[in-house]
């Protein structure tokens, strides 16, 4: 019985042991087991990131971005190697070392000791750039800063680039920039940014708890993948051409609102030239260029000053060729008389066009440019004159359905779709509202009260000059990658034919009389047949403003040679300040015209033509004579086109007039001075400004100098041109013989 008992209280106490560990065990287990399930399934990411992040760490691996080169090669934008000087704040352990890195940091970047010591507190963190864009000079000091003071993986050095423009602001509305992280903010750099921007790579180093680095085994590395590069349509000289000859027109001409020039291949609507001035320097596009803007702003309130600068910096960015709209004006009667010719509206050869002055439309009178009007005149003589009512009646010949239907044709309806930000729309009436006002269809005609972008006229103007067809414009001709491999390639674009290769080829002989004998003279460049059309219009959205103080836009569009057009010009320029007797397209913009495309002809192996006429006063270059036999001398002037005077008894030449290499009209006579003789002293040079050619010539002669005229030339059927600009300045004192150029311009070329 006792023994029963006694077995009885053992097994309850064995029971009861066996339950509580069970129970105890199942207590402790589920927790743990809980625990881990959450440790190796629900955070085993976040952990195992965790780990990772202690144990390595990662640098990126930045890709060279593309270059960006014209058609030619040349370098327009371009990354330089540069490096970041860096801060791994997790691995700075005592205050000693903090603060030699921020004192050494300071003393060697010459950056804020404040601003390195604040980001080296932020200890939970690895990577803390202290300077960006450190070249190697600077940082060959920082890693001899490290190795001196054993603070390798505290502080180290990332590679990077640094975006650099070797020609500043050429082209730089085009090219455009990049921000901080090498990002495309602007321009080609904006529009093709993923292509030049490659792919970003990663290094990852391993290490242990207490910081040694694991075997190379451990390190990863993820290739970057380098930027694809941009060769253009635009040419690096042809820019210089047209940037310096609108930036002499700007300042000249007191432009208030810049100006813009486009040279297009009007075969293949690719963009040779696009220029706005003024503009900026792409190595720093956030410092205002113009001066005077820049002392404005100066004189600011801070509260004012930051947004006056953002406002600035935008408008100095802004690529007015492609993102502005004006009033086209004159221009625009080119395409008035195209469609007319398309549509065989009259017999071109036998209409005729009266002109009383005026013309009175919708309870609207519409003057004439010349008082009293052109009398009876033939259609081209129409064009010739500028005569906008007889382009009224030419637009009214064609009929406004048909007048509204080339306006779309020629693209002045819609974008252009130039591979460029920003293009604006040209703003024109939808065609009910158009339709059904005379006065509107009057002023259409001639191109006023709607508006279009600059490379909307040049792209249509394209189409009169080859054959008929609308061109897409472009920039972009080909994209490579880094072993120079063709990846992509534009092609020419044909949107649609608007005219005939008939009435394309009329309008080339047309508006190459424009040049000849109308109110384009002033484009006129010897040995080349130049076709275009001035236009001068009212800035007439900015109402009483714009009446009160003469607000205009001039411009002039044409193309050259005319008989096989290679290039495409548009001139604009926007609130010129002369006087009003000067403020037309025909005396501001067509002489920039002409001398764009006397550079851009040549160079592109355009050879001149001369007529007889022209042939008698073509520049030669003097040849070098001095110390040759007279007779010698007098051979090799007379084989440059000179005419030669020998002065003094000498058998060799001792000195010679003008002198050698430069130019001078052909049958200039060259002075040989032999003997005891010799050319006289210095002398003054007088101004003959506002002069005609023929007295120019005879004040510089009476003075010892040489005349070389530039610009308009007299033609039949209008006034001579006279002295608009001289190379040196009246009353400067230079050598006797000295060659002087005169750029002669027309006054008679007012464009309605």
């Not at 327009?76 to 791994?88: H, Q």
């Not at 939970?124 to 001196?148: H, P, Q, S, Y």
């Not at 293949?268 to 001066?291: H, S, W």
Request: aromatic content about 8%; some cysteine; overall charge negative.
């Amino acid at each position: 019985m006792e023994k029963n008992v006694k077995y009885r209280y053992n097994r309850t106490i064995l029971i009861r042991t066996l339950v509580l560990t069970v129970l105890f065990g199942f207590v402790m287990f589920v927790p743990l087991a809980m625990k881990l399930y959450d440790i190796s399934i629900v955070n085993h990411d976040k952990l195992e990131q965790q780990v990772l992040d202690q144990l390595t760490r990662s640098y990126t691996v930045t890709p060279g971005r593309g270059t960006i080169y014209d058609r030619n090669g040349a370098v327009l934008a371009m990354s330089a190697s540069v490096e970041t000087v860096c801060v791994s704040p997790r691995d700075i352990k005592t205050p000693e070392q903090e603060a030699v890195i921020a004192n050494g940091l300071a003393n060697i970047l010459g950056v804020d000791r404040d601003g390195v010591a604040a980001k080296i507190a932020k200890k939970n963190r690895a990577n803390e750039k202290i300077l960006e864009n450190v070249e190697k000079e600077l940082a060959d000091k920082v890693r001899g800063f490290i190795t001196a003071n054993k603070l390798t993986q505290m502080v180290f050095l990332e590679p990077a680039s640094r975006r650099y423009y070797p020609n500043g602001s050429l082209a730089s509305n085009i090219v455009g920039f990049v921000g901080a992280e090498s990002s495309g903010l602007m321009g080609l750099e904006a529009v093709y940014n993923k292509k030049l921007s490659g792919t970003a790579g990663q290094t990852v180093v391993a290490r242990t708890g207490e910081n040694v680095p694991l075997p190379d085994q451990y390190e990863m590395y993820y290739e970057a993948k380098e930027g694809q590069n941009l060769i253009l349509t635009i040419d690096e000289t042809i820019q210089h051409f047209v940037e310096k000859h609108l930036e002499t027109a700007v300042i000249e001409n007191q432009v208030a609102e810049r100006g813009s020039a486009i040279v297009m291949d009007p075969n293949t609507g690719a963009i040779l030239a696009m220029a706005t001035k003024g503009d900026f320097d792409l190595n720093e596009p956030r410092v205002i260029a113009d001066e005077e803007v820049r002392n404005a702003l100066g004189l600011l309130s801070d509260e004012e000053y930051g947004k006056a600068l953002s406002d600035a910096q935008q408008a100095q960015w802004r690529n007015k060729a492609v993102s502005d709209t004006y009033e086209p004006g004159s221009v625009f009667k080119v395409f008035t008389a195209a469609m007319a010719l398309e549509e065989n509206s009259f017999d071109p050869d036998t209409k005729r066009f009266v002109c009383d002055g005026a013309v009175h439309v919708g309870g609207f009178r519409i003057g004439c440019h010349k008082a009293g009007g052109h009398g009876s005149q033939s259609f081209l003589e129409s064009l010739l004159h500028s005569c906008n009512p007889a382009f009224i009646a030419i637009g009214n010949a064609v009929g406004p359905e048909n007048f509204y239907q080339y306006m779309q044709s020629f693209g002045f309806t819609e974008t252009t779709g130039i591979d460029l930000l920003g293009e604006a729309k040209g703003i024109i009436s939808p065609y009910e509202v158009y339709a059904r006002t005379a006065s509107a269809q009057a002023v259409y005609s001639f191109g006023q009260t709607f508006k279009v972008t600059p490379i909307q006229m040049v792209t249509a103007l394209s189409a009169l000059a080859n054959g008929g067809y609308l061109m897409k414009p472009h920039v972009l001709a080909e994209v490579t990658d880094g072993d120079g491999h063709t990846v992509e390639k534009t092609e020419p674009a044909i949107v649609r034919q608007v005219v005939s290769a008939e009435t394309s080829a009329t309008m080339r002989r047309y508006m190459e009389q424009c040049v000849l004998q109308g109110t384009g003279s002033n484009a006129y460049v010897k040995g080349y047949r130049v076709a275009g059309k001035t236009g001068t219009s009212q800035k007439r959205d900015l109402g009483v403003v714009a009446e009160e103080e003469g607000l205009y836009v001039v411009s002039f569009g044409g193309f050259a040679p005319a008989d096989n057009p290679q290039i495409a010009v548009l001139v604009m320029l926007d609130e010129p300040g002369l006087e009003r007797g000067r403020r037309m397209g025909g005396y501001m913009a067509a002489p920039v015209a002409g001398k764009i495309i006397a550079d851009v002809l040549p160079y592109l192996g355009v050879a001149p033509q001369y007529t007889e006429a022209e042939a008698l006063t073509v520049d030669v270059t003097v040849p070098y004579v001095v110390n040759s036999l007279t007779a010698d001398a007098k051979k090799a002037a007379e084989q440059a086109g000179l005419k030669v005077k020998v002065v003094g008894e000498g058998s060799t030449v001792k000195s010679q007039l003008p002198a050698a290499n430069g130019l001078v009209p052909a049958n200039t006579e060259m002075i040989l001075y032999t003997g005891d003789a010799q050319p006289e002293g210095d002398v003054k040079v007088p101004s003959v400004l506002g002069e005609t050619p023929e007295r120019a010539n005879e004040i510089l002669t009476n003075a010892g100098l040489f005349i070389r005229p530039i610009g308009a030339q007299t033609s039949s059927g209008s006034a001579a041109p006279h002295a608009a600009w001289q190379e040196i300045e009246p009353g400067t004192v230079v050598p006797y013989g000295q060659v002087i150029s005169v750029e002669f311009r027309k006054t008679d070329v007012q464009d309605g």
